[in-house]
C-alpha cells in the first residue's frame, strides 16, 4: 500500500524568503504524485502534478517541485512566499488505474505561517 | 466549468440519525471520488466511481456507510446510525479519465458533519 510522509507539521517563513516543503512517498511502482493547498474551510486546489516526463514541474502561484526518484521525494518549492501563500499544504500519491489516478493516499498535511 | 459541488456545505445532527451528502461533479468528467478529513490530518480515500460503477472502496467504509451515482452524474453518500466518530469534512471530487493531461481531481468545498 502506498503512504506519503510530510515530516514537518509546521512550517515558520518570513515573507519573502524562500520556501521547501518536504515530501517523501512509498509506492512500488511509478506514482502520481499531486500537491494541493487548502485555505481554512476550503476545499483543496491543485498546485501541481507530476505523472511522467520532466521531474521538475511547474505549477500555480510560482511553486515548483521535483521528483526524485531515488529519494521517493516530491518536494515543493517556491523562491519567495508572500503573505497569501499561509495554509495548509498536502502531498499526495495515487496509483496509476486506467489511464488515471485511484483514490488518492495523502500526508497529514504542513501548516505554512507567513511572518511580516 | 463550473466546479464540484457539493450539498450541504454544514450538517448537524443527532447520534443514530442518517444522513445523506449530494455532489455535483465538473460537468462531462466520469469519475467521482469521496473523501473524508478529519481535523489536522489529511483527506482519506473513500470510494470511487467511473461512470454509473463503483470501482473500489476503501475499509474506511463500514456497512454504515453507502455511496451511489445512479445516472453517472451527481452521487450521494449516505450515512446510516451516525456516530460522533463520523464528524469530519466530507470531501467530493471528479477527474476526467482516460485524458491527456485531465487525470487530476478536482475537489470541491466539502461538506462539514458534526454529530452531537
Known amino acids: 500500500a502506498q503512504s506519503v510522509t510530510q515530516p514537518d507539521i509546521h512550517i515558520t517563513v518570513s515573507e519573502g524568503a524562500s520556501l521547501e516543503l518536504r515530501c517523501n512517498y512509498s509506492y512500488g511502482a511509478t506514482p502520481y504524485l499531486f500537491w494541493y493547498v487548502q485555505s481554512p474551510g476550503q476545499g483543496l486546489q491543485l498546485l501541481l502534478k507530476?505523472?511522467?516526463?520532466?521531474?521538475l514541474v511547474q505549477g500555480i502561484k510560482g511553486f515548483e517541485a521535483e521528483f526524485k526518484r531515488s529519494q521517493s521525494s516530491f518536494n515543493l518549492r517556491k523562491p519567495s512566499v508572500h503573505w497569501s501563500d499561509a495554509a495548509e499544504y498536502f502531498c499526495a500519491v495515487g496509483a496509476r488505474s486506467g489511464g488515471g489516478a485511484d483514490g488518492l493516499t495523502f500526508g497529514k498535511g504542513t501548516h505554512l505561517i507567513i511572518q511580516p | 466549468d463550473t466546479g464540484v459541488s457539493q450539498n450541504p456545505r454544514h450538517k448537524i445532527t443527532k447520534r443514530g440519525q442518517n444522513v445523506t451528502f449530494r455532489c455535483d461533479p465538473i460537468?462531462?468528467?466520469?469519475?467521482l471520488y469521496w473523501y473524508r478529513q478529519t481535523l489536522g490530518q489529511g483527506p482519506e480515500f473513500l470510494t470511487y466511481f467511473q461512470n454509473e460503477a463503483q470501482l473500489e472502496k476503501s475499509r474506511l467504509l463500514s456497512d454504515r456507510f453507502s455511496a451511489e451515482r445512479p445516472k453517472g452524474s451527481f452521487s450521494t453518500l449516505e450515512i446510516q446510525r451516525t456516530e460522533q466518530g463520523d464528524s469530519a469534512m466530507y470531501l467530493c471530487a471528479s477527474s476526467s479519465v482516460p485524458g491527456q493531461g485531465e487525470d487530476t481531481q478536482y475537489f470541491g468545498p466539502g461538506t462539514r458533519l458534526t454529530v452531537l
Open positions: 507530476y505523472f511522467s516526463g520532466d521531474t
Open positions: 460537468s462531462e468528467h466520469n469519475r
